[in-house]
């Protein structure tokens, strides 16, 4: 319209470019509860896209936590942690995580995001530097942006290269920081975390390790990538964990030594500065902690489904590794071609999120399954025939297959 400014102008034009070179992103509606098995846009569907991985977000267990807490302390926490907002479930979720993940202390964050933002902005800054590897999620690479600290990216899970990197540049910040992703969103793979601790401590470097995809689905009873690598605790110093993953619930913590944690509360601003998680989240995640406590088989079962599931697609041909995590990508290289194949499998009733830049690399776009614990195995077999079938059927910039 006539009188439209000049930035919704340029706005407008921006989309249609998105648009045109079909990169444009649209929010879709899931109308049934996040499971495997529910619905899209009032359509039954499989979710094969969730990072629920465990299937807690829908488990009696959890809602019923979420239900009673709500009933007992309200739907507010009312203030941030530092005013009047911490309440006893922070506490007790603080202390339950702490013990699970075999760390001094915990600390919530309101999501991984602000977390990451948190620690970064904090714990380094002007005159510090940080080791971040290249694929390390948007979140890290944000919180490096705000730390104002120099930053040196080394290539993915090359610790020879982060060796150099530390070498040369080590000795002329005052403090040092390696962040990693433990599990990388996009790929699913594992980062050397022994090699990467071991150089932490060599270069008397802060280890900051992302547990996101990690919470819940690797070591023992979900504990984490320390617990599949059989570190020891303090091998990492700032370890960030979401309870909005496997562990069905939402929010973040951030466990380590008591000392990092009380200075993350004084000045940490993503901490400070945010109204405090509700007590139904609260009572969400307490009875996640508590429910894999006590039954350590879930992740196994997990762990099983993604094992039968990888190897069906190796089978076929598909080039996929036999990581233990339930982040299978299957890459189709060219963005509009990922984005028709996702709706192909739409058409089919699942729903797998087609991935293109700027979340990852220009010719890198991809399918990003993720294996569920709740998927039966029927269906399993069933989203199996579909990835075959559409195999036999022209994939003509499918850059992955032996
Ligand atoms: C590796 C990684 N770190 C952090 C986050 C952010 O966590 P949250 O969703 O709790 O903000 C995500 C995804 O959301 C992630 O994949």
């Given at each position: ?47 094969l896209c969730s990072n629920n991985y465990l ?80 694929l390390?999620h ?19 899970s ?23 992703d433990s599990v990388f969103s996009m790929d699913g793979d594992l980062a050397?975390l ?16 992302d547990d996101a995809h990690a919470t819940g689905v690797l070591g023992?009873?979900g504990?984490g990538s320390?617990s599949h690598f ?12 979401t309870?909005?993953k496997a ?52 992740v196994d079962?997990l762990r099983q489904k993604v094992g039968y599931f990888r190897q069906?697609l ?6 996929v590794s036999d990581d233990p995590t339930p982040i299978i990508p299957v ?37 990003r399954i993720t294996i569920t614990r ?29």
């Amino acid at each position: 319209m006539a009188d439209d400014k000049t930035a919704l102008l340029q706005i407008r034009e921006e989309l249609v470019s998105l648009d045109s070179r079909g990169m444009r992103r649209e929010l879709k509606t899931v109308t049934g509860p996040q499971r495997s098995e529910t619905s899209l846009a009032g359509q039954p569907m499989t979710i094969l896209c969730s990072n629920n991985y465990l299937g807690l977000a829908d488990h009696p267990r959890l809602k019923e936590l979420a239900v009673e807490m709500t009933r007992k302390y309200g739907c507010s926490s009312g203030a941030s942690r530092l005013i009047s907002g911490t309440m006893t479930l922070h506490r007790q979720l603080e202390e339950e995580l702490a013990a699970f993940k075999g760390t001094e202390s915990a600390l919530v964050y309101n999501c991984g995001y602000m977390a990451n933002l948190g620690v970064l902005s904090t714990v380094v800054g002007d005159g510090d530097v940080i080791f971040s590897d290249v694929l390390n999620h948007a979140s890290i690479v944000d919180g490096c942006r705000l730390s104002r600290a120099e930053v040196k990216i080394y290539r993915h899970s090359d610790v020879t290269h982060l060796e150099e990197l530390l070498q040369r540049f080590g000795d002329s910040f005052n403090r040092s920081l390696i962040v990693t992703d433990s599990v990388f969103s996009m790929d699913g793979d594992l980062a050397p975390l022994p090699e990467i601790a071991s150089l932490a401590k060599k270069y008397d470097a802060l280890l900051l390790v992302d547990d996101a995809h990690a919470t819940g689905v690797l070591g023992q009873g979900g504990r984490g990538s320390a617990s599949h690598f059989q570190l020891p605790s303090d091998s990492i110093d700032l370890l960030m964990g979401t309870l909005g993953k496997a562990m069905g619930s939402c929010g973040a913590f951030v466990a380590g030594r008591r000392e990092y944690l009380d200075y993350l509360i004084n000045k940490s601003r993503s901490f400070i500065y945010t109204t405090a998680l509700p007590p139904a989240v609260l009572g969400a995640s307490l009875a996640a902690v508590r429910l894999l406590r006590e039954e350590p088989g879930l992740v196994d079962e997990l762990r099983q489904k993604v094992g039968y599931f990888r190897q069906a697609l190796r089978k076929m041909g598909f080039k996929v590794s036999d990581d233990p995590t339930p982040i299978i990508p299957v890459i189709v290289g060219d963005a509009g071609r990922a984005m028709e194949l996702s709706e192909e499998f739409l058409a089919a009733g699942i729903f797998i999120q087609g991935i293109r830049p700027p979340t990852v690399e220009p010719g890198s776009s991809r399918l990003r399954i993720t294996i569920t614990r709740d998927l039966s195995g029927t269906r399993m077999d069933e989203i199996l025939a579909v990835f075959s079938q559409l195999h036999q059927n022209p994939w003509p910039s499918y850059k992955g297959l032996s």
